[in-house]
């Protein structure tokens, strides 16, 4: 016939407008087509129909575009429009959708639709040559002007041409139906595409064609010439509703939020002048919560800097200093607690940048000299630590920290002196830990072991919250092979205020130790750098010290944290487990960390005993690992038995412990002879005691 396509066929929901009819508006469509267009239905309301349907006059100009909805037929039909005639002798026809085939027909589409199953186009099924459509298919005609007729017709398998128009047709009956949907910019058609009108059931092509709605009101003879404005005016209010409603409610929200803050900023305050700094803490974080302004945001953190020093909360001081040091440059209490805790955990280039920000600014110069000290003995300056404080002098309690050093610099060389001086100390200013660790100290260099502990427990009992003085006594209580004590000091300290050394210390005991009495999964591990080891030793699995697959992950983010002791020591402990003494010996050998060992004794008896394993050699080699030795007194004998031997090399030895010293159950009998009875445990397992075990191996077993 001469026809060419008015443009491509488009997919569904190619864009945003075809894609909110596919889903809003198709389902609803397809359910009216198969209700309306039937022969019944049909026959019974053919002439009351809402419209002519051959005078789709536009009233006024808008954007048309024709969806396919469905199809009855089993012809091949194509859909054309004329918008300058009748047909397709007349005029401009085009043709819009050259095959109208789809493989799911009306009737089984409006079951699914009746079912809420077929969302999308999914249940309408597929594509193919010859059966192109899928339900929501569209052509879009653009702005069509006003005045113009959308003459809709349809050649039936290429043979014949069915207008509006009855008297036009080859049959001279009518072949198109329509109907204007009620509030909606869509008028639905369909034809009937047998000669004659074939069953009369007019669903064989059934399309919706998208207009204005002042359209669609005047095909209903509802037209209203103020129609575009009061719609346009129902979307003002619409949106004004959509749009105010939430700013009122975000105005009103940040009102409240900003009143929450200040009562809770306010809050804090009052607790901090009445010395009740947990509560000023708890208050300042809800402040912070509330705070949504930058300036809003620096009171809380500059409160809750305040509060965490009070309370000696130095999880949360460091983690503030890491992420804002900013916060320190007006806080000399806080900045002194966070170079206390840089240099006891040994981060002395950080504690170098903070002290040069408070250098000439300082109003606690005998708190700033009492660190600087610390962190010379740290680098092994212990001279000019000695010299710098033999410089100063401080009036009264501000002495007490001076003092305190200079006692544990001459404790070697003058025993009673460092003593006198470490009383007097600890006398001058008693709510200070350190002069009370350093007093320790002095007494353990020189064997005075219940006075040293009496000396940190009392301490301890004085200032619960300090971390570091907890450490200290669970370390001084390991020292003395009293590790049921020092898991119980520690376990005493896991809630906040906390460190993450702790943590990793108490978690690390309850391994080779025994099982602490904790419910870890009640706690929340405190910030810091060995928060990822503690996460990693939270995860227990029975019957083994260490899982290096998992902790692969942990060291690669944190290469740091593999010198650690709990690392060394629970890497060893495995090794040992699965018969790798070559790791083991490597592990005790050549990577043993540069910090205080936790048990130097047990340290150099395992590297012995796995030496004489391998070689029957105990080795040339001094075995003592850095740190303080334990005294005689809280070792098992057999360690000095081992040592004297070895020193010998292997001299008197009895073949008896030779056979014991190359048998399974060795390693887990010194470990049981170390203290840690949970590790020893777990090397005993399958393993038999026989005659070459000692006496007391046996009594563990037993």
């Not at 009937?192 to 009101?217: H, I, K, L, P, W």
């Not at 080891?533 to 290096?548: A, H, K, T």
């Not at 004297?644 to 049981?672: E, H, T, W």
């Amino acid at each position: 016939m001469g026809m060419t396509p008015h443009d491509t066929v488009k997919r569904g929901g190619s864009d945003f407008r075809s894609f909110c009819f596919k889903w809003l508006d198709l389902p609803g469509l397809i359910k009216i087509a198969d209700k309306e267009y039937t022969r019944q239905a049909v026959l019974q309301h053919f002439e009351k129909l809402k419209f002519d349907p051959a005078r789709l006059k536009l009233r006024e100009s808008c954007s048309v575009r024709v969806y396919f909805v469905g199809e009855g037929s089993g012809y091949v039909d194509s859909l054309c429009v004329n918008t300058d005639g009748i047909g397709a002798r007349d005029g401009h026809p085009k043709l819009l959708f050259p095959n109208a085939n789809t493989k799911v027909q009306l009737d089984a589409a409006a079951k699914w639709v009746r079912k809420r199953r077929a969302f999308g186009q999914w249940k309408f099924g597929g594509r193919s040559e010859a059966e192109p459509l899928l339900p929501g298919d569209f052509v879009d005609l653009g702005e069509v002007p006003a005045g113009k007729t959308l003459s809709f017709f349809i050649v039936a398998n290429g043979e014949h041409a069915y207008t509006p128009i009855a008297e036009l047709n080859p049959d001279q009956k009518a072949h198109m139906v329509g109907m204007a949907v009620e509030n909606t910019p869509y008028v639905l058609i369909s034809f009937e595409d047998m000669f004659g009108q074939g069953d009369a059931d007019f669903e064989d092509a059934v399309f919706a064609v998208e207009m204005s709605r002042g359209n669609v009101e005047d095909l209903l003879g509802r037209f209203d010439p103020w129609g575009k404005a009061k719609r346009l005016a129902k979307w003002i209010v619409l949106l004004s509703v959509l749009i105010g409603t939430p700013v009122a409610v975000v105005a009103a929200r940040r009102r409240a939020l900003r009143k929450r803050w200040a009562e809770h900023c306010r809050e804090a305050e009052q607790l901090l002048a009445r010395k009740c700094p947990s509560d000023a803490l708890t208050a300042a974080r809800k402040a912070a919560r509330n705070a949504r302004r930058r300036s809003e945001r620096e009171r809380c953190q500059e409160l809750i800097v305040s509060a965490s020093e009070a309370c000696n909360d130095l999880a949360s001081l460091v983690e503030l200093y890491d992420r804002n040091p900013e916060l320190f440059a007006k806080n000399e209490p806080a900045a002194l607690a966070i170079g206390r805790t840089q240099i006891e955990t040994e981060h002395l280039d950080s504690f170098g940048g903070l002290r040069r920000a408070w250098e000439k600014r300082e109003t606690s110069a005998h708190a700033w000299l009492a660190l600087d000290c610390d962190a010379m003995i740290k680098q092994g300056r212990s001279g000019d630590a000695l010299e710098l404080l033999n410089k100063s002098r401080f009036s009264g309690a501000d002495d007490a920290g001076r003092l305190a050093r200079v006692a544990f610099l001459r404790a070697e060389k003058a025993p009673d002196e460092a003593e006198n001086l470490a009383a007097r100390a600890a006398a001058l200013n008693p709510a200070i830990a350190d002069t009370h660790m350093l007093r320790a100290a002095v007494l353990e260099a020189h064997g005075k072991f219940q006075e040293a502990h009496a000396v940190l427990a009392n301490a301890l009992q004085a200032i619960p919250a300090d971390p570091i003085l907890r450490d200290r006594l669970a370390g001084f209580y390991c020292r003395m092979g009293r590790f049921p004590a020092a898991l119980e000091v520690l376990q005493q300290g896991l809630r906040p205020p906390s460190t993450d050394f702790v943590w990793s210390r108490c978690l690390f005991l309850s391994r080779v130790v025994s099982d602490a009495a904790v419910d870890w999964k009640s706690l929340e591990p405190p910030p810091g750098e060995l928060r990822p080891l503690i996460d990693f030793l939270m995860v227990f699995e029975p019957g083994r010290f260490w899982n290096g697959a998992r902790f692969n992950a942990v060291e690669k983010r944190h290469p740091a944290l593999t010198a650690r002791q709990e690392v060394h020591w629970l890497r060893t402990l495995e090794s040992l487990r699965t018969g790798n003494e070559t790791e083991a010996r490597w592990l005790l050998s050549f990577e043993r960390s540069a910090r205080e060992s936790w048990h130097p004794p047990l340290g150099a008896a395992l590297l012995r005993i796995v030496q004489y394993r391998q070689t029957e050699f105990f080795g040339p080699f001094q075995t003592e690992a850095k740190g303080k030795t334990a005294p005689s007194a809280a070792l098992h004998p057999f360690f000095a038995e081992l040592e004297q031997y070895a020193r010998n090399n292997g001299a008197g030895m009895p073949d008896s412990l030779a056979r014991f010293l190359k048998s399974d159950s060795i390693f887990a009998a010194v470990c049981f002879a170390a203290g840690w009875k949970r590790a020893g445990t777990c090397l005993a397992r399958n393993v038999s005691i026989d005659a070459d075990t000692p006496a007391w191996a046996r009594a563990f077993w037993a």
